[in-house]
């Protein structure tokens, strides 16, 4: 089974590691959207604190990694999806429901979201 899930991975943390570790047990190959930066100042107003270059090198270092890509529009899911030719979508739980739209190309899975950290916390408490 393939795979794919989404996100900026900005100050990368133990959430995002659990997201993929729990992402990869799902099938057997899995491959990372990595938004771009264009695509972070365009949702949130402000860019990500490492640049798409350097988030992109850490996400494809992850062990349980095996391809990463920029994300450069979430209108594009369905797009990435068939060209990856991904069996399974994972997203965390903050997303419910959202992604429910490419249910007919791919089976759609949210994971829970680990507690206590994320990375607008960890720009609040280094600013
Ligand atoms: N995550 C998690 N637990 C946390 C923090 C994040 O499980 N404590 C998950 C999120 O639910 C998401 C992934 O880690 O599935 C990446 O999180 P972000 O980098 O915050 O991603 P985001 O900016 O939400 O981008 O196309 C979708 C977007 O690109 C998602």
Known sequence: MRVITFGTFDLFHIGHL???????????????GVSTDALNFSKKSYYPVYNEEDR???????????????????EKKRD??????????????????????????CKVVYLP????????GLRKDHL
Request: aromatic share 10%.
């Open 18 to 32: 659990n997201i993929l570790r729990r992402a990869k047990e799902l099938g057997n190959h899995l491959i990372v």
């Open 56 to 74: 992109l090198q850490i996400v494809q270092a992850i062990q349980y990694v095996d391809e990463a890509f920029y994300e450069e529009s979430l």
């Open 113 to 120: 979201r680990t507690e206590g950290i994320s990375t607008s």
């Open 80 to 105: 990435y999806i068939i060209q990856h030719a991904a069996d399974i979508l994972v997203m965390g739980d903050d997303w419910q429901g959202k992604f429910d739209f490419v249910s007919d190309v």
